[in-house]
């Protein structure tokens, strides 16, 4: 029970200092927390001694960094601030993945710190000008997503495959389930 509300301190604490920074301060929270949530929740497995959780974890994080990046560049939409690939949210995916698989494997009392957390990244983002609202919606969405399809339905890599699809000026996502 210590390391739940260890845990949760921790999140929120990180969260509260953050939103009272100033931007630029902001801007290098949402940087550390796209890999600090999900190497927090890397932590809490190693903790545990749940090496599925682990697998579980690296899995979707593989899967949401190739599914936002590969939509990214085949959507190439521009940024707030002028630059390219702003669609979806690549910090947001990434913090976002790590607190789903907190909520999905150990539940809400890991899950609602944490996507808190992740909230904040997308809020930065917003604020910093790098993406719009649609970018953060879409890439909590897609991550959550792909975090529920390997922690609640069980597909492992060798039951579903994701992958860029790229012919001509056609350039997609192939995606195949093994059931």
């Keep these: 029970m210590k390391i739940k509300s260890g845990v949760v301190a921790l999140i929120l604490a990180t969260t509260a200092c953050s939103a009272s920074a100033h931007n630029k301060n902001l801007q290098k929270y949402a940087d550390i927390a796209q890999f600090g949530i999900p190497l927090t929740a890397g932590a809490i497995s190693l903790y545990k001694g749940d090496t599925e959780g682990l697998f579980q974890l690296a899995e979707g994080a593989l899967y949401t960094a190739v599914a936002t990046h590969a939509i990214k560049f085949a959507v190439n939409a521009e940024r707030p601030n002028g630059g390219d690939h702003?669609?979806?949210?690549?910090?947001?995916?990434?913090?976002?993945?790590?607190?789903?698989?907190?909520?999905?494997?150990?539940?809400?009392?890991?899950?609602?710190?944490?996507?808190?957390?992740?909230?904040?990244?997308?809020?930065?983002?917003?604020?910093?000008?790098?993406?719009?609202?649609?970018?953060?919606?879409?890439?909590?969405?897609?991550?959550?997503?792909?975090?529920?399809?390997?922690?609640?339905?069980?597909?492992?890599?060798?039951?579903?495959?994701?992958?860029?699809?790229?012919?001509?000026?056609?350039?997609?996502?192939?995606?195949?389930?093994?059931?």
Excluded at 127 to 147: E, P
């Design 86 to 179: 702003s669609f979806p949210s690549g910090h947001t995916s990434a913090a976002t993945q790590g607190a789903a698989y907190l909520q999905f494997r150990y539940g809400w009392e890991y899950g609602v710190p944490a996507y808190a957390a992740a909230a904040l990244v997308g809020y930065s983002r917003v604020d910093s000008k790098h993406h719009y609202w649609r970018d953060v919606a879409a890439g909590a969405a897609l991550a959550t997503g792909i975090q529920y399809v390997v922690s609640e339905m069980g597909y492992s890599m060798s039951n579903y495959v994701i992958s860029p699809y790229v012919s001509g000026d056609e350039v997609g996502l192939y995606a195949s389930i093994n059931f």
